[in-house]
């Protein structure tokens, strides 16, 4: 472009130029370099420094060229939404086109149709494609009449009537260039020609017809509260009109309205009446990957997984069939199955999040977590910081012990969400790692004071302050963690527990005693009530009483194994009522999912590791 311009000015400033040759030499050339330059800045968007050089073109150019340099003008105008001015220049390019130049007239009727919609003008529109159906039979223009109507809010027989015209435009080509030869004629010939330019065009064509006409469906069918019936009707009137090239796509369709009403037998029913090896491969890999979807959700995994492999068949091509399978191969711990077919999906289209967040997770499981990093930082320079791929880079310096670079992403999330408790959770244990307490403690404190729910918060809380010397301030939190999680003793242990550290004897034992009464399979409780009572000089027979439950209750349970290197024995010891441990939330994968505000509280769930006070618990408190 700038060197365009300065051969421009040079040849300008050249002195030896006579009228003659000026006139059939260098004004042709120059005028020429100026429809290049203004076509440049077009294609790069200056559309000001366009509109520059068309006016100046227009000033230059003969008569015949006029026209041609008003219809660009115009075209600018609304490409810079300027749409009055563009309708005058459209109108103007009307009255003076000639008759016979009917391809730019109706280049100006659609331009001045779209102007008319765009200003919300949508009666005068519909004339214009009126006008342009009357010169030809343009899958564009009958699409954009029976939008107009349906905008201007007409009658249904009108809106009907305007897609049974759209669906029933025939399509003068044939799907395959097969199609149009003689049966004799070779495999090698048929595949040559299907790489044909003219083949391509037609296809495009029929592609294009087949969207009009689904988006036209789309439409009508939601006209009335019942979809399911207009999408019937559509379907129906695309069978009187022998375009069964386009049934398959409507039922999909019409499958898609069933799912969004939850009726998934019906969805079942519509999917499974196409899952044929006549479909056509494309339409084909689509329903099975509906169905591969719809039972992996209903928990059908093995059906799931045999849809996914023939959607996959199907069309090896298609993105979310690479997907399906590698989330199924993913579920089924198949990690280095499932990145193959994530790197498929890559290979498809390197931009898509999903394969490459996919991949990074695949790659995590794996353990190589240097190559899940790259793919996450990755992410991140395209999608600069996503909460989900930012708890992803956390979680892999988690796991690669660098816990400052993790607290640094976290603290990244924290700035985009600044009341996500579960962060904050995540944040005041990293910062307890690092051996910053007072960062640790604010940040428990806040997520407490967000979400006072989480049972793990509370516990760090109590134990910090039982850790220093403020047992009053812990008391609080642990009844706190007693009333949510009522169904085990250790929350009630541990608030008996801090009452005897500040004193409050006679408190503690009451509650020693309302726990036992509570549990009365729990050795830890007796353990310290015989100890209490002990102490204090209680009567014998109240010590004899507690000692002899504690002993038939530990020779009913079983012996545990010696103690081993790190000081743990090796059974745990575990109240008779207790619960098993629940899951924490998970994604889809069945691995812990990336930060998502719905699924904090799954994660701050009220399930504990060990309902039991452990060794640590009964040395800190005893």
């Known amino acids: 472009m700038k060197q365009s311009e300065k051969m421009r000015r040079k040849l300008h400033e050249i002195p030896d130029w006579n009228p003659a040759e000026r006139k059939s030499h260098l004004d042709p050339l120059l005028l020429k370099m100026s429809w290049y330059n203004a076509e440049v800045l077009v294609a790069s968007h200056r559309l000001d420094d366009a509109m520059k050089v068309y006016v100046e073109l227009r000033n230059t150019v003969g008569p015949d060229e006029q026209l041609s340099v008003l219809m660009r003008i115009a075209l600018l105008h609304r490409r810079r939404k300027e749409y009055e001015q563009a309708l005058k220049l459209l109108h103007k390019l009307l009255d003076d086109l000639p008759t016979d130049q009917s391809h730019d007239r109706l280049v100006v009727l659609r331009e001045a149709a779209a102007c008319h919609a765009l200003t919300g003008r949508w009666d005068t529109a519909y004339k214009y494609c009126q006008m342009i159906l ?8 009958a699409f954009n009449s029976l939008v107009c109507l349906v905008a201007l809010k007409s009658d249904s027989k009108r809106i009907e009537s305007a897609f049974v015209k759209l669906v029933s435009l025939k399509a003068d080509f044939s799907a395959t260039p097969g199609d149009r030869m003689d049966p004799g004629v ?46 019937e009707w559509c379907i129906e009137q695309a069978k009187n009109a022998g375009r069964t090239d386009i049934l398959s796509a409507l039922e999909i369709a019409k499958a898609n309205t069933y799912l969004k009403a939850e009726n998934f037998a019906k969805t079942l029913e519509v999917l499974m009446s196409h899952d044929t090896d006549e479909e056509e491969p494309n339409l084909r890999a689509q329903s099975c990957g509906m169905l591969a979807f719809l039972n ?36 089924e711990d198949n990690f280095s199955a499932a990145l193959q077919y994530f790197q498929e999906a890559l290979i498809l289209n390197s931009a898509d999040f999903r394969a490459s967040y996919y991949a990074g997770m695949t790659l ?44 640094a992403q976290l603290e990244k999330i924290y700035t985009l969400h600044p009341r996500e408790p579960f962060i904050l959770r995540q ?48 008391i609080t939190y642990f009844e706190q963690a007693s009333k949510i999680d009522d169904s085990v003793p250790k929350w009630p242990l541990l608030a008996a527990g801090a009452m005897r550290r500040a ?72 109240s008779l009522g207790a619960r098993p441990p629940t899951a924490a939330g998970k994604n889809a994968f069945g691995q812990q999912s990336g930060f998502s505000p719905v699924l904090s509280a799954a994660r701050s769930g009220l399930s504990t590791a060990n309902f039991n006070l452990d060794a640590e618990d009964l040395e800190e408190f005893s």
Not at 547 to 563: C, F, G, K, N
């Open 134 to 141: 009357q010169d030809t039979d343009g899958p564009e223009a």
């Open 186 to 231: 070779s495999e090698e010939y048929k595949e040559m020609i299907s790489h044909d330019s003219l083949f391509m065009w037609e296809k495009q064509r029929k592609q294009k017809l087949e969207l009009y006409i689904l988006n036209a469906a789309q439409l009508v069918a939601n006209l009335d509260s019942d979809a399911i019936s207009g999408y």
């Open 296 to 331: 992996f959700h209903l928990g059908n995994f093995k059906l799931s997984k045999e849809n996914a492999d023939k959607a996959y068949e199907a069309n090896k091509l298609s993105l979310q069939a690479c997907l399906n399978k590698g989330c199924l191969e993913y579920k």
């Open 364 to 407: 995590k499981a794996l353990g190589n977590y240097q190559d899940a990093l790259t793919v996450f930082m990755k992410l991140n320079s395209v999608h600069l910081n996503r909460p989900t791929v930012l708890y992803q880079i956390s979680q892999i310096y988690q796991l690669m012990e660098e816990p400052a670079e993790a607290f």
């Open 427 to 474: 944040l005041g244990e990293l910062a307890d790692k690092l051996g910053d307490k007072g960062a640790a403690l604010w940040y428990y404190n806040e997520s407490h004071r967000i979400f006072p729910l989480n049972v793990d918060v509370l516990n760090w809380l109590g134990r910090f302050f039982v850790a220093s010397q403020f047992p009053e301030k812990a």
């Open 503 to 574: 004193g409050h004897l006679t408190d503690a034992y009451n509650k020693y005693v309302d726990i036992h009464t509570a549990f009365p399979d729990d050795p830890d409780c007796l353990k310290v009530l015989v100890r209490i009572c002990q102490e204090t000089h209680a009567p014998a027979a109240e010590i004899a009483k507690y000692q002899q439950e504690l002993d038939l209750l530990l020779r009913m349970r079983p012996r545990e194994v010696p103690a081993t290197a790190g000081g743990r024995s090796q059974l745990q010891p575990q």
